[in-house]
């Protein structure tokens, strides 16, 4: 079992904060909803619906300016809590309270990034395990990718599985986050300790491309 | 979904220079294939089980009707204008609804964050008032009085000018854009845009141009022009939804997106609404 599983989970990991860099925006899905992730200049994260309410462009294409996220169609800038603050077209015009991008509620842990389609992102605090490995799609459904990684030895042993959930593939400690995607398309987070050596983490990232294989195969 | 409306309109499926080189063109005109063949002043276009559609040379392009009893045609006087360079660019393939695509050529608003440097920049960004109307007397569409900061307007232009425009829509999927001439300012630059729906939520974009301009290579009007209609995919791919809502409540527009508001009036008024979403999502 991985992370999360038997735990009631309100929040769902979307991404490694590592591979969103301060002004930047990625796309990301949460239980199904296709999302703008962005942070501003202050590192101050923020995750909304990928939509523009002008003309309905995925604002994951955006740019950040400040604290603002501009749409790249009209150049259209939100402010934070997702007011539209500015309309380039007419720089006079205050632009109404009624325009403004759906916002989700997301926090970062463990050097994840968490979004909740409800009001109180949480996260999984997974320990000491909290060094980003890789993410990897898997494409196949999220249990059998779940399952992958525990059918799928390490240096000829099978990991064994902690009472937190959490793997030991051949001495290193693992948490495999899972995001479904579609019912066949699921986004894996991994994570190790911070011990971890260069040489270790190579193998774990191929045994991880291993895990792949098999779901991979188990969904065909 | 309803083709009704649709099948009755002329549609751009091939281009002069296809058909100059003897290609035949396999392609799809709303959901059925089509396939293109002949010479520019013969041209042929069959359906899959044969039959043979009405075909006509104009503008450059070949035009058909699926439907029994075609409108006529939409007439561009300038085309007859022999002074004037005529440029088929060539199809754009755009994974959208045909009438995103014309709704896009139709906006000005976007020119400074999509065609940087081109057709707009910032912080030249504001769009001021001009007027929209349905003519009824022609059933169109046309948007005028438009002016805008463009830093190099035409493929012709040296300068940064403040361009006029005006935008006639004759038909849902067809529309022409009259412009400023950078090397002929009493003059007008005419931009026109066929969209060939392949299939609700997607179409051939196939701009044509007639220009006073007689120094600038093909060429390199032609990619002047394809740049552009690039930089435009790369938003039409990714509106959501990829049909054109005609519920009012769905988008929220501005001011300066009154030819959209009446573009997208006067298609739900016509009932032509292929590509086009009639419910509220
Ligand atoms: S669609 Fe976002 S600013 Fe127009
Ligand atoms: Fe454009």
Known sequence: MGVGVGVRMNSVAVGLSRDLAPKRVMRAVAYGHDLAVWRDGENGLHAWDNRCPHRGMRLSHGFVRGDRLACLYHGWQYRKDGGCAYIPAHPGLEPPETIRAQTYSVIEKSGVIWVSTGNDAQGVDTGPVSEPLRSLTFFCAEAIARAAFEDTPFAGNLPQVESTGRLVAGGHPVAVLANPVTESETLIHVLTSAGVGIAAKKALSRWCEAARSVAERQAA | ?281
């Not at chain 2, 204008?81 to 959208?96: A, I, K, N, Q, S």
């Not at chain 2, 001009?130 to 569409?141: A, G, L, M, S, T």
């Not at chain 2, 008024?269 to 509220?280: D, P, S």
Request: aromatic letters at 10%; one cysteine or more; hydrophobic letters at 40%.
């Open chain 2, 1 to 281: 979904m309803s083709t009704e409306y649709a099948r009755n309109d002329w549609y751009v499926v091939a281009d002069v220079n296809q058909l100059a080189a003897g290609q035949v063109v396999e392609t799809r005109l709303l959901g059925q294939p089509l396939r293109v063949s002949g010479s520019p002043d013969a041209p042929l276009v069959t359906t899959a089980d044969g039959t043979a559609l009405p075909a006509q040379l104009r503008y450059d392009h070949i035009w058909t009707s699926p439907g029994a009893d075609p409108r006529p045609l939409p007439d561009i006087a300038e085309a007859a204008e022999r002074d004037r360079t005529f440029v088929p660019c060539g199809g754009v393939r755009v994974r959208c609804s045909p009438l995103r695509a014309v709704e896009n050529f139709l906006d000005i608003a976007h020119f400074p964050f999509v065609h940087t440097g081109i057709l707009g920049e910032e912080p030249h960004t504001e769009v001021a008032p001009y007027k929209v109307e349905i003519r009824e007397d022609v059933d169109e569409v046309w948007a005028t009085q438009i002016g805008f900061h463009q830093p190099q307007a035409a493929k012709s232009a040296t300068e940064a000018i403040e361009t006029r425009y005006e935008y006639r829509v004759p038909a849902p999927t067809t529309a022409v854009l009259y412009k400023t001439c950078p090397p002929k300012p009493e003059a007008w630059d005419v931009i026109a845009i066929f969209v060939q729906p392949l299939a609700e939520n997607e179409c051939i974009a196939w701009p044509w141009m007639a220009l006073y301009d007689e120094v600038t290579p093909y060429a390199d009007l032609v990619q002047f022009q394809q740049e552009i209609f690039l930089q435009d995919r790369s938003i039409l791919e990714n509106q959501k939804p990829t049909l054109l809502p005609l519920d009012p409540r769905l988008e929220i527009p501005t001011r300066c997106d009154l030819t959209s508001v009446v573009y997208r009036r006067w298609l739900k008024r016509k009932g032509a609404t292929y590509g086009a979403l009639t419910t509220a999502a």
